[in-house]
């Protein structure tokens, strides 16, 4: 059985320029994440490939999954554990061919219709939002809220991971909302602390859970 983590943490160095994409993979593992997602919109193939290298090899130390956002093809070179794709992206039924049946795919969705995509494409998982309103994505769409969230996860069967604004106060909410883990990117990333920012999400995730 594919390992799907509950704490998804997007690293990033657009919206913060502190910390390196491994250093965040390495605080964040050290706080309790369970998945590492490699966000980068910006700069070379060459120099996210090797970026990838080095988180993967973070990533395998602790048995933690790494997944590269949107790039099959750096995931495939870097050997990471899978790749998340939009629904503008490459194609999830291509991308499972080029990767095999091992690997992880996450899909994206903001809507009920989106999911429904994501699972008849075969999907893993889904990365749904933005739940709440996030500067995180400047094209997120509107926020589904708790309700939308709720929808998706009575009507798709696949673990829904929450994104867009999530933050130690609505986990609980969101949980809730039926959500089998939460995805962070600023909440983390642009703290002070990543490491206790991580560690926080976490035990509020694990609140939630008993």
Known sequence: MKKIGRLHLLT???LQSRFSHEELARLGIAG???TLQLREKSGSTRRM???A???VAVCRQADVPLIVNDRID???AADADGVHLGQSDFPIPLARELLGKDKLIGGSAATLEEARICLAEGADYIGFGPVYVTGSKADAGPVSGPEGLKRVVETIPLPIIAIGGITVENVPEVMRAGAYG???ISAVCC???PEGATNALREALERSMR
Do not use: T
């Open 182 to 184: 939460i995805a962070a």
């Open 191 to 193: 703290q002070i602390d």
């Open 53 to 55: 290298k080095h988180m």
């Open 32 to 34: 309790g994440a369970d």
């Open 49 to 51: 490939i090797e970026v």
């Open 74 to 76: 750096v995931a495939l």
């Open 12 to 14: 990033d160095s657009v």
